[in-house]
C-alpha cells in the first residue's frame, strides 16, 4: 500500500493509494491519523509553506509529486495485514513498530525469550520447593500467560461490566478501600466478608507483586487484577488460605481463566496434602470447584468495588457459584 | 590597517568564545559530576546510594547468590587469591569491601596452618628438648594458635557486615577478626598500618576507584602489598560471547529465582562491562605509587588478580 521506492526514483512515478483514494483509510479506523500531525519522516522533503492570500491551494501531492503538504501525515500508519510482508523501504523508521527494549509501563522489566523460558522453568521449580514463595508463583504466572491472558482480555472486553473495569482501571489496595467503612458493613454482606477473611487469615491486599514480565500493557493490568481478585475469590468460595483452600481456589481459577499456571498449581498442589485432606478434595471439595468453576460466569467481569454492600450469596448466585460444601477446610 | 585588524579581533573573539566554552563546561562537571551505574548515567551521590540499596537487597542470600551464580568456582578463586598472598604468622590484614567475610576466614585458615607448621618443625628440629620446653610449645601452639595475626574486615554496607558477623560466629571465627564499617575512599585508619591490603569484588563498586587506591597506599606500611580481585576484560572472543550470553539471559534470571531481586544482578552484570580492563587498571594501581605492579588471568580473563607493593 505503501509504495514508497528507493532515492532517485521520481515521486510523481509512484501511485500512492492514499492521495488518489483519500477515504481509504476511515475516520473511525484505528489507523487515521488526524492530518494535522506533521510527518516525521526524515526522507520526505519538508512541508511547504502555506501560501500566502490568491495563491493556488495544496494539490496533495498529486501533481507536484510532492508528498509532504499535509496529506503525508496520513501516511503514517501501520501497514495492513496483507503488506506486511512486503519489502518495506529502508529509511521508514516512521513505519516501523518500536523494537528493542523499552519498559512499556512502571515496574516492567523487558525479557527476551530465553530469559523467560529460563524464568517460567526457574520459577516453577521455586514454587514447587517453597510453596510460600507467592512471587514465585507470580513469575511463573506471567512468563506462561502469553496465550491466555489475550483470550482473558478479549472476555472482558466483550463484557459490558468488565469493559468499564478496563477502561477505569480500578485497584484494589490499602489505600484505595475505605477499610473503616466496609468493616461497618451487615455481616453476610461482601466488604464485610471480606475485611473478614483478610483479618482471620493475616493477609494484605498490598502483598501482590505487581506484573513484571509481561510485554503488553493491558496483559499487564489483566494478570494485576486476576491476582487482585484472588483474594475476593477466596472470600465467595469460603476457602482460608491453607494449602487445601488454595488448591480448591486454584481449580476454580484454573477452569475460569484457563491460566497454565492455576493449571500447575491445580496438578501439583495436592502433592504436599496429607491423605485426610485429599479425601476431603477428591470426594467433595473438587466436584463442588469444578462444577462451579463451569457454570460461573467470568470471575474478572464483576465490578467488586461497586458491590461490596451486595450480599455474598447473592453475588454468588449471580456469578453462578454454587454454595460452598460444609465441610471444614 | 583596518583590515589589519578585523582578523586579530575576530581571533581574540574566537578565543573568548572558547574560553567562555571552556568555563561552562568545567562549572558544569563540577555542579553534576557524571558517573555510571551500570548501563545508566547517574551523578557520583545517586551511584552511591543505588549500591549501598543493591547491597542492603543482597546481603542476605549473598553467598548462596555467589554460589549459583559462578557454580561455586569463586571459592577456587578466593582460595587462589590467598594463595597468592601467602601470609606468614604475624601479618595485619585489611580487607576492604570484605562485607561477609570470605577472604578474611580464607586467612585465618592459613595463618593458622602456616602456624601449626611452623611449630611442628621447631619440635622436629629440636631433638633433646626436655619435657618442659615441649609442654611449653604445646601451650604456644594453644594459646596463640594464629601467632598474633590480625585480620580487619572493612565494609560501607552495615548489611553485609552484619551478614559477616552471623556467619563468623556460625563457623567459629573469633580470634583476630575485626568488623569496621568504613568507606574504601576514606578508610578509618592511620597511616602505615597493615601488611597486606585486599578488595575482591569490591572495587568496581567504589565510585572513585583513584581515591580508593590512594587510600589503599596511604593504610599499607612500606613493603606492604595490594592485592585486587576482580571480574575483568575476556579476551578470547568465543569464551567472551558466551560470557555474556550466560551473564546477561541467565545471571538476573537467577537472581529473580533465588533473590527475588532482578534489578541487582543486572546491575551486576552491566557494572562488570563498565570496569577498566587489566592494562587499564594496572596502570591506575600504579599512578597511585604502587611498584611492581602485575595482574593475572583467572579463567582466561573473566576474573583478574592485581598486585601492587608499597616500596
Not at chain 2, 15 to 37: D, I, M, S, V
Request: charged share 25%; glycine share 8%.
Amino acid at each position: 500500500m505503501y509504495g514508497g521506492g528507493g532515492p532517485g526514483v521520481p515521486l510523481t512515478a509512484q501511485q500512492p493509494r492514499l492521495h488518489r483514494i483519500p477515504h481509504a483509510v476511515p475516520r473511525h479506523s484505528r489507523r487515521f491519523v488526524h492530518r494535522e500531525q506533521p510527518c516525521r519522516n526524515r526522507r520526505h522533503p519538508a512541508p511547504p509553506r502555506p501560501a500566502a492570500s490568491g495563491a493556488a491551494p495544496c494539490c496533495g501531492g498529486q501533481r507536484c509529486g510532492l508528498r509532504c503538504c499535509g496529506r503525508c501525515a496520513a501516511l503514517r500508519v501501520r501497514e495492513p495485514r496483507a503488506s506486511r510482508g512486503a519489502a518495506r523501504p529502508e529509511g521508514d523508521v516512521s513505519l516501523r513498530r518500536p523494537v528493542g527494549r523499552v519498559p512499556l509501563y512502571p515496574g516492567h522489566i523487558p525479557t527476551s525469550p530465553l530469559q523467560k523460558a529460563l524464568l517460567a522453568a526457574g520459577s516453577a521449580c521455586a514454587a514447587l520447593w517453597d510453596p510460600y514463595r507467592h512471587d514465585m508463583v507470580a513469575v511463573l504466572g506471567e512468563t506462561t500467560g502469553c496465550l491466555a491472558l489475550p483470550t482473558l482480555r478479549d472476555r472482558m472486553r466483550n463484557d459490558p461490566e468488565g469493559y468499564r473495569i478496563f477502561q477505569e482501571r480500578p485497584r484494589i489496595r490499602l489505600s484505595t478501600l475505605d477499610m473503616a467503612w466496609l468493616r461497618g458493613l451487615p455481616d453476610g454482606a461482601l466488604g464485610r466478608e471480606y475485611i473478614r477473611f483478610l483479618e482471620d487469615n493475616k493477609v494484605s491486599p498490598d502483598t501482590r507483586m505487581p506484573a513484571k514480565f509481561v510485554d503488553d500493557e493491558e496483559l499487564a493490568y489483566v494478570i494485576q487484577r486476576y491476582r487482585e481478585v484472588h483474594d475476593l475469590m477466596h472470600t465467595l468460595l469460603g476457602m482460608p488460605t491453607n494449602m487445601l483452600g488454595e488448591v480448591v481456589v486454584k481449580w476454580f481459577e484454573a477452569i475460569q481463566t484457563g491460566l497454565p499456571m492455576c493449571v500447575l498449581g491445580a496438578a501439583f498442589g495436592p502433592v504436599r496434602l496429607n491423605a485426610r485432606k485429599l479425601q476431603v478434595l477428591a470426594t467433595e471439595l473438587l466436584p463442588w470447584a469444578v462444577r462451579s468453576g463451569r457454570n460461573a460466569s467470568c470471575v474478572l467481569n464483576v465490578y467488586y468495588e461497586q458491590r461490596w454492600e451486595q450480599s455474598v450469596e447473592s453475588l454468588r448466585e449471580e456469578i453462578g457459584i454454587f454454595p460452598p460444601p460444609a465441610v471444614r477446610v | 590597517m583596518a583590515a589589519g585588524l578585523r582578523p586579530g579581533r575576530a581571533l581574540l573573539s574566537r578565543r573568548r568564545g572558547a574560553l567562555c566554552a571552556l568555563l561552562r563546561a568545567a562549572r558544569g562537571l563540577a555542579a553534576r559530576p557524571e558517573t555510571h551505574f551500570g548501563f545508566q548515567n547517574v551523578t557520583e551521590a545517586e551511584r552511591r546510594e543505588k549500591i549501598y540499596q543493591v547491597f542492603e537487597n543482597v546481603a542476605e542470600k549473598y553467598d548462596v547468590m555467589n554460589d549459583s551464580m559462578s557454580l561455586g568456582i569463586h571459592r577456587v578463586w578466593k582460595d587462589i587469591l590467598v594463595h597468592k598472598m601467602n601470609p606468614s604468622p604475624g601479618t595485619l590484614l585489611v580487607d576492604v569491601a570484605g562485607g561477609t567475610g570470605d577472604i578474611a576466614f580464607r586467612f585465618l585458615n592459613y595463618v593458622r596452618s602456616v602456624r601449626e607448621r611452623q611449630l611442628q618443625q621447631k619440635l622436629r628440629n629440636h631433638q633433646n628438648l626436655s619435657w618442659q620446653e615441649i609442654s611449653k610449645s604445646y601451650q604456644e601452639e594453644k594459646s596463640n594458635p594464629l601467632g598474633d595475626s590480625q585480620v580487619v574486615v572493612c565494609d560501607i554496607n552495615k548489611e553485609m557486615l552484619k551478614a559477616g558477623m552471623q556467619k563468623a560466629q556460625h563457623l567459629g571465627y573469633s580470634e583476630g577478626l575485626s568488623w569496621v564499617l568504613g568507606n574504601a575512599e576514606e578508610l578509618p585508619f592511620d597511616d602505615d598500618k597493615f601488611d597486606v591490603y585486599t578488595i575482591a569484588f569490591g572495587i568496581r563498586n567504589v565510585t572513585r576507584i583513584d581515591l580508593a587506591l590512594q587510600e589503599a597506599y596511604r593504610v599499607l606500611k612500606p613493603g606492604g602489598r595490594f592485592l585486587c580481585l576482580e571480574f575483568s576484560h575476556v579476551s578470547n572472543p568465543l569464551l567472551s560471547r558466551l560470557y555474556d550470553l550466560y551473564s546477561f539471559q541467565v545471571i538476573p534470571v537467577l537472581g529473580e529465582v533465588i533473590a527475588g531481586d532482578w534489578k541487582s544482578y543486572q546491575y551486576l552484570v552491566e557494572s562488570i562491562r563498565r570496569f577498566p580492563p587489566q592494562e587499564e587498571l594496572k596502570a591506575m594501581i600504579e599512578d597511585a605509587g604502587f611498584l611492581k605492579v602485575d595482574y593475572q588471568n583467572l579463567n582466561s580473563g573473566i576474573v583478574a588478580i592485581h598486585s601492587g607493593f608499597k616500596l
